[in-house]
Nanobody
Framework: QLQLVESGGGLVQPGGSLRLSCAASGRPLHYYAIAWFRQAPGKEREGVSCLSSSHGSTYYPDSVKGRFTILRDWANNTMSLQMNSLKPEDTAVYYC?????????????????WGQGTQVTVSS
């Protein structure tokens, strides 16, 4: 059984940067496709990045492309999300997720394991 625990959320000013981390335990993370999702109040959960378990391919929606980067640390069995040039509309609870699959997906239902979520607030 894979367990995921996030850290690194907080309050940041517009234009600032933040790095979220997700520590995995129970199984090696490299068996899984991994992703980050977010959910703002009153909105559905949406994907912001994913990384396949096979060829290391990534996907970012246009809303975060060029600003967010998903990373996997094989040695420490962690994943992270580097967020730059943050905007107020990036405010949400962010979740890391892992799926027993090869390819990258931004579909919530395809992910088997979830972290507890960490709040990111972008405000001046």
């Amino acid at each position: 059984q894979l367990q995921l625990v996030e850290s690194g959320g907080g309050l940041v000013q517009p234009g600032g940067s933040l790095r979220l981390s997700c520590a995995a335990s129970g199984r090696p993370l490299h068996y899984y496709a991994i992703a980050w999702f977010r959910q703002a109040p009153g909105k559905e959960r949406e994907g912001v990045s994913c990384l396949s378990s096979s060829h290391g391919s990534t996907y970012y929606p246009d809303s975060v492309k060029g600003r967010f980067t998903i990373l996997r640390d094989w040695a420490n069995n962690t994943m992270s999300l580097q967020m730059n040039s943050l905007k107020p509309e990036d405010t949400a609870v962010y979740y890391c997720a892992a799926a027993i699959r090869m390819g990258c997906s931004m579909t919530v239902a395809e992910y088997d394991y979830w972290g507890q979520g960490t709040q990111v607030t972008v405000s001046s």
